[in-house]
Nanobody
Framework: QVQPVESGGGSVQAGGSLRLSCAAS????????KAWFRQAPGKEREGVAGIDSDGSASNADPMQGRFTVSQDKAKNTLYLQMNSLKPEDTAVYYC?????????????????????????WGQGILVTVSS
C-alpha cells in the first residue's frame, strides 16, 4: 500500500497556526485508525492525536484545546489544525495509519494509540515555532 504523505509544515512564530495534511488511502478494510505523532530533537516520539473510521477522535493532553484532528474521508486526507503554537511544539510531525482496527480496539499509550501498532508511516514534516 502507498505510504502516507504529509504536507503543510513550516515555520511560524509563537501564537501562530498551521494546518498539516496527510494523504493516506485505505484500500482493503472499512475500519482504520489514523494518527499524528511528533518527535522533537533529542526526545522520544509522542502521540499527538488520532481519529478512526467512525470519526472518533482523541488528543494528547498537552495539545487539548490547541490542536484538532479531522479527516475528509472522500479525499482520504487527515488533517491536524494547530493553533496557539508554542516553541515546544517544534518537532517533526508524522502521519501514521493502521487498517482493520478502529482506534479504540488498539492498545493506548496515554491519550493516543501506541505507535508500534501503526503499519504505514509518512516521511515526516518539520514544524518550527519561534519565540
Amino acid at each position: 500500500q502507498v505510504q502516507p504523505v504529509e504536507s503543510g509544515g513550516g515555520s511560524v512564530q509563537a501564537g501562530g497556526s498551521l494546518r498539516l495534511s496527510c494523504a493516506a488511502s485505505i484500500y482493503t478494510y472499512n475500519a482504520y485508525c489514523k494518527a499524528w505523532f511528533r518527535q522533537a530533537p533529542g526526545k522520544e516520539r509522542e502521540g499527538v492525536a488520532g481519529i478512526d473510521s467512525d470519526g472518533s477522535a482523541s488528543n494528547a493532553d498537552p495539545m487539548q484545546g490547541r490542536f484538532t484532528v479531522s479527516q475528509d474521508k472522500a479525499k482520504n486526507t487527515l488533517y491536524l489544525q494547530m493553533n496557539s503554537l508554542k516553541p515546544e511544539d517544534t518537532a517533526v510531525y508524522y502521519c501514521a495509519v493502521v487498517s482493520g482496527h478502529d482506534c479504540y480496539s488498539l492498545s493506548w499509550c496515554g491519550d493516543v494509540p501506541c505507535s508500534n501498532q501503526f503499519e504505514r508511516w509518512g516521511q515526516g514534516i518539520l514544524v518550527t515555532v519561534s519565540s
